[in-house]
């Protein structure tokens, strides 16, 4: 959508040289390929989840597609992931919606560090920054700490009806000072006692040898190549 912006933007009279005539229409042709594949995915995700019997294998390898398609977009990369979560959760596969949640708050957390990252690199070529140009960056940022620590929240949540205790402690450690630093005492409060009857329910596991547990072992297998048909670049 960019390329096709700047053509609009350069030529102006609509008549362009043959190589940008060839850009041009090479990225028209990517950009309806995409719009078509999202819509195809989006009519079949919603075609099978109105079926009394579907292919829940097929709608989460749709889900995956979609978000990998927008991961240049962390919004609506974000949205995607969400949506692949819930189906996760509703699925009972809380590892898989816990994992889908700690990728989204790694993605707002990637947006503070380049925002504070730009604002360092602005300040040392304007030789400093005032205290309200810190003080916007600060207001700026909130919304999206806020995203962080709702999402490593449920991440938590997820990961305990797993019984993958020690990934949940582990993501209580990134959790704890962001909420400290924001200051929120009734979440910490909560986080704290959470993470108690995790460690209550850890120790108690190890005390049985981790019966039943899977110990956060997860495998994901997919095939590639021509040789595998219809299969080709579907994962499981």
Not at 96 to 120: F, P
Request: aromatic content about 8%.
């Amino acid at each position: 959508l960019v390329q096709l912006n700047d053509h609009k933007t350069s030529d102006k009279d609509g008549e362009g040289s043959g190589s940008e005539m060839i850009a041009f229409k090479t990225a028209c042709r990517i950009v309806i390929s995409k719009v078509m594949t999202i819509l195809k995915y989006s009519v079949e995700i919603r075609r099978q989840s109105n079926l009394e019997v579907y292919d829940k294998t097929n709608i989460e390898h749709l889900l995956i597609s979609l978000a990998t398609a927008f991961i240049h977009i962390p919004d609506i990369h974000v949205t995607h992931l969400r949506r692949l979560a819930v189906f996760h959760a509703s699925e009972e596969h809380y590892a898989e919606a816990g994992h889908c949640y700690l990728t989204m708050a790694q993605v707002y957390s990637s947006l503070i560090e380049g925002k504070t990252r730009n604002h360092d690199t602005l300040a040392e070529e304007t030789h400093g920054s005032t205290e309200a140009g810190k003080g916007t960056l600060s207001k700026d940022l909130h919304p999206l700490r806020l995203q962080v620590c709702r999402f490593l929240k449920l991440a938590c949540e997820m990961l305990d009806h797993a019984r993958l205790y020690e990934k949940c402690n582990h993501t209580y450690m990134k959790l704890i000072p962001m909420l400290n630093l924001n200051r929120n005492w009734r979440e910490l409060s909560l986080a704290h006692k959470h993470l108690h009857e995790v460690f209550e329910a850890l120790a108690t596991s190890e005390e049985k040898n981790n019966e039943g547990r899977l110990l956060g072992c997860y495998y994901r297998i997919g095939f590639y190549g021509p040789m595998f048909g219809g299969r080709d670049g579907r994962e499981w």
